[in-house]
Nanobody
Framework: EVQLQAFGGGLVPPGGSLRLSCAAS????????MSWFRQAPGKGPEFVSA????????RYADSVKGRFTISRDNAKNALYLQMNSLKSDDTVVYYC???????WGQGTLVTVSS
């Protein structure tokens, strides 16, 4: 079956960096655009970033432009999110997703705190 699992969250101080990974299986990963979403307590999912299937085009939410970088390795069925200059309001659960087919994985928690 389709599986999407995010990894790499943790505790990081303000201004620090983390790299999230998403392992995908159960579908032809290279045929699908992928996205990262996040969800803060008490709020709905927020779009973070997207990457087309071949990895050549990108989209970012205004809140993360210049700080986050999305990438993928289709040979590894993997999606990544490099997060730099982290802020306290980046403290949310991050999810990888295949939005065109509404496939969502288990999230990973990022906590930005000194």
């Amino acid at each position: 079956e389709v599986q999407l699992q995010a990894f790499g969250g943790g505790l990081v101080p303000p201004g620090g960096s983390l790299r999230l990974s998403c392992a995908a299986s159960g579908f032809t990963f290279g045929n699908y655009a992928m996205s990262w979403f996040r969800q803060a307590p008490g709020k709905g999912p927020e779009f973070v970033s997207a990457i087309e299937s071949g990895g050549d085009r990108f989209r970012y939410a205004d809140s993360v432009k210049g700080r986050f970088t999305i990438s993928r390795d289709n040979a590894k069925n993997a999606l990544y999110l490099q997060m730099n200059s982290l802020k306290s309001d980046d403290t949310v659960v991050y999810y990888c997703a295949t939005p065109v087919v509404d496939w969502w994985g288990q999230g990973t928690l990022v906590t930005v705190s000194s």
